[in-house]
């Protein structure tokens, strides 16, 4: 078993040591990178599904009143500069915008984990609403014409009629949005959250072992994302039980 640094020709050597030495740091880094993916893709999708109606309101200009064509006119301008701004601004400047900008409110518990979560789950709502959109201009406009002619709102053939059927469609998008996030948390590390970009800065800062430390957070990355398109190929192939049909045939 190795017990001491090995000497810097010995590159094996120097990982198998350094997993040894820092494996708590290692495996904290990747529950903290799984959670800052997990929970900001899961928040961005949901509230992608908000954003994305709102974005899809289309004013009546002969049945709906001044009132609400000015409310979906302001939800349209909203949108489209949250999108604009998310979607061409770095995740890490947002990152330094939003907790340093926002550390000198007091706000409780506001530390930069939490504020690691609160920009990726803003960051990944933008390009998630993208995605949704698109699904949504690839279906039949036929069928929300159909829905609304039976009686159902705006809202109602949207969640019940053409977003199951765009989110299908966007599945694998989405899954490359979290495979994104997997890899770009990294560069929450300037706030301080330690995900395993600075976990593997901190195994590395004493020894002086860059090469072999990020070697074995390459890895790591490389092993999660594999992980993830295998997870995402599986879903996009799962075949429907017997006994339901398609409902949207």
């Known amino acids: 078993m190795l017990t001491s640094l090995p000497p810097k020709h010995a590159f094996f050597e120097t990982i198998l040591y350094l997993i040894k030495t ?15 993916s997990i929970i900001g893709t899961l928040g961005g999708f949901i509230l ?13 200009q002969r049945r709906d009143t001044i009132t609400s064509k000015i409310l979906k ?40 984990l939490t504020a690691g979560f609160f920009v ?16 949504i201009n690839g279906i039949d406009k ?3 014409e159909a829905a609304r002619s039976l009686g159902f709102s705006f809202n109602q053939s949207m969640f019940k009629i053409v ?22 948390t990294a560069v929450l590390s300037v706030i301080g959250v ?7 800065e901190q195994a590395t800062s004493s020894n002086f072992r860059l090469v072999e430390g990020f070697f074995i957070a390459g890895i790591i990355y490389l092993i999660l994302t594999a992980m993830t398109s295998r997870i995402i190929h599986a879903l996009e192939n799962r075949k429907p ?3 339901r049909g398609n409902v949207y045939a």
């Not at 330690?194 to 593997?200: C, E, P, Q, R």
């Open 142 to 144: 036929g069928q929300l």
């Open 241 to 243: 039980k017997k006994g």
């Open 22 to 36: 820092y494996d708590h740091l290692f495996i904290r880094g990747v529950i903290i990178t799984l959670m800052l």
């Open 73 to 112: 006119k302001f939800g349209h301008i909203t949108t489209y500069l949250y999108v604009t701004i998310f979607r061409g601004t770095p995740m890490i400047v947002q990152a330094m915008i939003f907790y340093y900008g926002l550390s000198g409110l007091n706000i409780p518990y506001w530390e930069p």
């Open 163 to 184: 977003l199951p059927q765009a989110i299908k469609n966007s599945l694998p998008a989405i899954g490359n949005e979290f495979i994104v996030n997997l890899k770009d």
């Open 120 to 135: 990726v789950i803003l960051n990944t709502t933008a390009y998630i609403a993208e995605v949704i959109r698109s699904g």
């Open 48 to 60: 992608s599904l908000f954003l994305t109606i709102i974005r899809m309101q289309k004013i009546d």
């Open 194 to 200: 330690i995900d395993l970009f600075k976990a593997t």
